[in-house]
T-cell receptor
């Protein structure tokens, strides 16, 4: 069975500081990893997926199969980045997403 | 393009009752997945429907069921409600299930 772990419930950083939201997974096959974000009073939306290898809103994430990690990074945090971030794993061709418990990012001035 | 819509947005029921939630996917999307979100368990997969057939199922009791219509709209039913069923129920749609899933705003169910 697959599992996603986000060790931090809350991450508080100052504006302009680097951000790293941690995500570790366990899955015996080749997973597809995602980061979803939920801003206040908005629906859950896709931030990025590892297969596209793109940067969205300045965020990047690299899949490290050796460390089974998919940490989300941004060099300079902005106030508008404050939100709930969920790491998710999709196993094989099934559409089921396995989510981590989420990390609340709080960017303060 | 209109996003995923869910109705109703809020619902209050009492223990023992049953409830039906509805989800309308993005036009052209044939896969609809349902998730339960609670503070204690987080986001958990309930089931997925594709072309009117249940294709995947999570680890929930048989009280949780669903169906999908020919227009891809989906309904989820919970029978004999328990206090622990209080949660935000999210649905997500995608073209075929393998692509990006787009989430609806959710239906918040409170069981008293």
């Amino acid at each position: 069975a697959q599992r996603v772990t986000q060790p931090e419930k809350l991450l508080s950083v100052f504006k302009g500081a680097p951000v790293e939201l941690k995500c570790n997974y366990s899955y015996s096959g080749s997973p597809e990893l995602f980061w979803y974000v939920q801003y206040s009073r908005q629906r859950l939306q896709l931030l990025l997926r590892h297969i596209s290898r793109e940067s969205i809103k300045g965020f990047t994430a690299d899949l490290n199969k050796g460390e089974t990690s998919f940490h989300l990074k941004k060099p300079f945090a902005q106030e508008e980045d404050s939100a709930m971030y969920y790491c998710a794993l999709k196993a094989g061709t099934a559409s089921k997403l396995t989510f981590g418990t989420g990390t609340r990012l709080q960017v303060t001035l | 393009k209109a996003g995923v819509t869910q109705t109703p947005r809020y619902l209050i029921k009492t223990r023992g009752q049953q409830v039906t939630l509805s989800c309308s996917p993005i036009s052209g999307h044939r896969s609809v997945s349902w998730y339960q979100q609670t503070p204690g368990q987080g986001l958990q997969f309930l089931f997925e429907y594709f072309s009117e057939t249940q294709r995947n199922k999570g680890n929930f009791p048989g009280r949780f069921s669903g169906r999908q219509f020919s227009n891809s709209r989906s309904e989820m039913n919970v029978s004999t409600l328990e206090l622990g069923d209080s949660a935000l129920y999210l649905c997500a749609s995608s073209r075929g299930g393998e692509e990006t899933q787009y989430f609806g705003p959710g239906t918040r169910l409170l069981v008293l």
